[in-house]
């Protein structure tokens, strides 16, 4: 089989790819990222999912803002038909088609291709024709499919028969078979629990037939003792009953008037404290409408106030800074010298002097020439003094200040008539009266609402008038059950509670002997009535016993028979992989050989667990290929395990699939070989292209010899060439 060409949209970083690729050698190149694990990924959806499947795994394959989940398209070459297959993720479509061969639905299609690849599942294809980088090893996957698939191969089995699928079916016919023999199955029990209870069934029956004739006579006899039993009961139960009924009426009216009483006290009690609320609320009320006008005026008339007051405040402030101010004037206008007037005794002495003077004559005596000068001097000096004015005019000063004063001493009286007009308005005496009834106010408000709170949280939906209505019902059902009481049928059957009790057990034991005894007579008449029983019924009993035993005894036979078939068919099993080891070991050790330059050339494979022991010449024994084992404290180095579990890979692919195999797929799997190794799994690579087709997956150009290239960019895929050195594989 061999893939010819592949187109992918929306898948991963492949948004729409078209790929063509050549039916041997196939070298697919990319850089990391560059989509060679997204090209894989796309082979195997094509080959092996469904587009109608919901695993998250699947359809998270969808390339990131593409828009829509995605679609891949492949053609086939399978034998001597080309086969296309589509299969659509976003409308959960399928179709393939060869010729005249059309499969249409992804359950359909799926099943077609696994008849046409040979294989079923992607764990098979994986773990055989896929060869990932670091998972070379993992041939033990798929183990089941794998052993069908020898089996066909090497027992030449049909083709469209396994050994699996048949052991399959064995274990589901025993399973049903046992169903319900161990654990409950009543819906849907097998074969052997219906035989099983067929048989119990008509042992059951006749049983039952035997016991009839020998219960029959028994059966006539007690229900004639119970019939008369009954009639007995049933009277004295009668006479019991009307006397219970009486003492129950009696305890009823005295549980009735117990409870009326307590109801009525409960209910008087809710009243009385109802009432006690409403009151308190109704004062509380009263008082806050006393002080209603305080409530609605007084903060702002408090608000008012302290303005006032801070302003007299500040003007008392202003008044004292005043009076100091006078003060201190009033003491430097005392200490000031004082201005003299015109006429002082300076210038009347002047006067005097120049007067004498001016009489006497100077001719006289020139002493009053002197005394004229000094007259005039004194004088000059006098009318001096008399201009010298002080540099403050105190008076003008102590005029300005004292007006300032009286001015503030004004509004300071005002603001104190404010404020009396406004506690007037109020009827309060002072600031600190206003307060204590503005808080009285507030405080009557807050208890009248506390109280009708509590007592709307009393009465519920209630009201006083519909409590005392209640109270009146419950003194009227009081009245009621005292008249009971006192009447003659209850009044004569007062009785103690320890009474009363005895007499209900007493009826109690009377009534279950009744059940009994009616249940008694009851299944005595069936017996009676149903008594038909005739030998020849009986005898047509055994033989349904025997007929049931028989078919059970058949059925384990049937069941014993299974069991063998599937054992036989295990051990057929085991002998099919213990063959195909013996074929895969030596064909493994001649590929090992080929790539080893003949270092190692003997391999042994496990029958049963396919594990692969490499026979070492060097050392003389055999060594596990399975990583970290060990055999004499030798195992293989990492690149020769690889190249154990490739040449294994490839021999049992020629072991399952010897004409026509699907595609090898490589996933760079020789990055660990050595050149001179990996040379040679090149060549050997070469030889295997000319059967099968070979897709190598690589980072590297050291392949491109090999065959048609196909080289992955981020852009996309470019032109397919077939070019390279052969020497650079020993680079």
């Not at 004498?356 to 004088?379: D, E, I, M, R, S």
């Not at 009248?448 to 419950?474: F, P, Y």
């Not at 003659?488 to 009994?516: F, N, W, Y």
């Not at 190794?677 to 090149?682: D, S």
Request: net charge negative.
């Amino acid at each position: 089989m061999r893939i010819e060409r592949l187109r992918i949209r929306n898948f991963g970083c492949l948004r729409d790819v078209e790929l063509e690729f050549d039916p041997g050698m196939n070298v697919i190149r990319g850089s990391n990222e560059a989509g060679k694990s997204t090209l894989q990924a796309a082979i195997i959806a094509a080959l092996f999912y469904r587009p109608d499947t919901t695993d998250r795994s699947i359809v998270g394959r969808a390339s990131w803002g593409g828009g829509e989940p995605y679609r891949l398209d492949m053609t086939l070459a399978a034998g001597e038909k080309t086969w296309t297959i589509e299969k659509d993720f976003a409308a959960r479509t399928a179709r393939l088609a060869g010729g005249d061969d059309v499969s249409q639905g992804p359950k359909a299609v799926q099943a077609a291709l696994s008849e046409l690849l040979g294989l079923s599942s992607e764990d098979l294809f994986t773990s055989t024709a896929f060869v990932m980088q670091d998972e070379l090893a993992a041939i033990g996957e798929g183990r089941e499919e794998i052993g069908d698939l020898l089996q066909r191969r090497v027992t030449g089995g049909a083709d469209d028969v396994a050994a699996q699928d048949i052991l399959s079916e064995l274990g589901d016919e025993i399973a049903s078979m046992q169903r319900g023999v161990d654990r409950p199955a009543p819906r849907n029990p097998g074969p052997i629990k219906l035989a099983t209870t067929r048989l119990e069934q008509a042992q059951q029956d006749l049983a039952v037939a035997d016991g009839e004739l020998t219960d029959l006579h028994a059966a006539q006899d007690a229900l004639a003792a119970a019939t008369q039993r009954e009639e007995e009961l049933n009277e004295q139960l009668r006479v019991e009953r009307e006397l219970l009924d009486r003492m129950t009426a009696r305890k009823e009216a005295e549980e009735e008037l117990r409870a009326a009483k307590k109801e009525y006290e409960r209910l008087d009690e809710l009243i009385q404290a109802a009432q006690k609320l409403q009151k308190d609320a109704e004062d509380a009320e009263a008082a806050a409408a006393e002080l209603a006008h305080i409530a609605e005026k007084g903060p702002a008339a408090l608000e008012s106030i302290e303005g006032v007051e801070r302003t007299a405040e500040r003007e008392r402030g202003r008044a004292e800074q005043l009076r100091a101010a006078i003060e201190r004037l009033e003491h430097e206008a005392a200490a000031a010298p004082k201005p003299m007037p015109l006429v002082n005794p300076l210038t009347v002495a002047g006067l005097v002097l120049v007067g004498v003077g001016v009489a006497l004559g100077f001719a006289v005596t020139p002493w009053a020439f002197v005394g004229a000068a000094v007259g005039g001097a004194l004088l000059a000096y006098g009318v001096a003094k008399a201009r010298v004015r002080p540099p403050i005019d105190y008076d003008a000063r102590l005029g300005e200040l004292r007006e300032e004063l009286s001015e503030a001493e004004g509004a300071i009286a005002r603001s104190a008539e404010e404020i009396a007009s406004t506690l007037s308005d109020l009827d309060c005496e002072s600031r600190d009266d206003l307060t204590a009834k503005l808080q009285r106010a507030q405080q009557h408000a807050s208890t009248a609402e506390a109280k009708r709170s509590e007592l709307r949280g009393l009465l519920g939906t209630e009201t006083v008038e519909s409590l005392q209505t209640l109270r009146g019902e419950q003194w009227h059902r009081r009245e009621s059950a005292e008249e009971r009481l006192a009447a003659d049928e209850l009044s004569a059957v007062a009785v103690s509670p320890r009474e009363h009790v005895m007499l209900e057990q007493q009826i109690g034991e009377l009534e279950r002997e009744l059940r009994s005894v009616q249940k008694t007579k009851t299944q005595n008449a069936v017996v009676v009535e149903r008594a038909s029983v005739e030998p020849e019924q009986i005898a047509g009993l055994r033989e349904a016993v025997g007929a049931a035993k028989e078919h059970l005894a058949n059925e384990h036979r049937r069941l014993e028979v299974y069991k063998l078939v599937r054992e036989v068919l295990r051990e057929a099993q085991e002998e099919t992989l213990s063959r195909a080891a013996v074929l895969l070991g030596p064909r493994t050790g001649e590929l090992l050989a080929e790539i080893t330059r003949g270092r190692y050339d003997a391999v042994r494979i496990d029958e049963t667990t396919l594990d692969i022991f490499v026979f070492s010449p060097g050392k003389g024994e055999e060594i596990p290929a399975q990583s970290g084992a060990r055999s004499g404290g030798h195992e293989l180095s990492c690149a020769t395990r690889a190249q154990v579990f490739f040449a294994a890979r490839l021999a049992l692919a020629e072991l399952l699939w010897p004409s026509d195999p699907p595609p090898l797929l490589l996933d760079d799997p020789f990055v660990t070989f050595d050149p001179e190794r990996r040379r040679a799994t090149a060549a050997m690579l070469l030889q295997l292209a000319e059967r099968t087709q070979v897709m190598l997956f690589t980072c590297s150009g050291v392949y491109d010899h090999l065959g048609l290239v196909i080289t992955l960019t981020e852009t996309g895929p470019s032109e397919a060439k077939r070019h390279g050195d052969e020497d650079a594989l020993l680079a």
